[in-house]
């Protein structure tokens, strides 16, 4: 079992900059492939960013492919996501979620990942 936790979320203003990371407790995620999810109020979940295990291939939402970036932070064993140039279309909750196993063609939906955190707010204001 893995559990997962999110930080890094908070208020900004549009334009601004944010970092969220992935944890697990107690453990790594150096073999899993990690993924961001968002929700907004009302909305379906979507896809935001995973990085793949084993050769860390990476792919985005084309909402945010230029302004999100992920990345395994080793030293710390944690998965990131660097946000910027945020909008307030990027308020959500934003949800880390993990899994092995996922093939390319799968790595966009949220029912292949087992495992998922209980998410970190973000907002951002005009």
């Known amino acids: 079992q893995v559990q997962l936790v999110e930080s890094g979320g908070g208020t900004v203003q549009a334009g601004d900059s944010l970092r969220l990371s992935c944890a697990a407790s107690g453990g790594t995620l150096s073999r899993h492939t990690v993924g961001w999810f968002r929700q907004a109020p009302g909305k379906e979940r979507e896809f935001v960013a995973t990085i793949k295990n084993y050769g860390d291939s990476k792919y985005y939402a084309d909402s945010v492919k230029g302004r999100f970036t992920i990345a395994r932070d080793n030293a710390k064993k944690t998965v990131v996501l660097q946000m910027s140039t945020l909008n307030p279309d990027d308020t959500a909750v934003y949800y880390c979620?993990?899994?092995?196993?996922?093939?390319?063609?799968?790595?966009?939906?949220?029912?292949?990942?087992?495992?998922w955190g209980q998410g970190t707010q973000v907002t951002v204001s005009l």
């Open positions: 979620a993990a899994g092995t196993g996922l093939i390319t063609s799968s790595l966009r939906i949220g029912t292949q990942y087992p495992y």
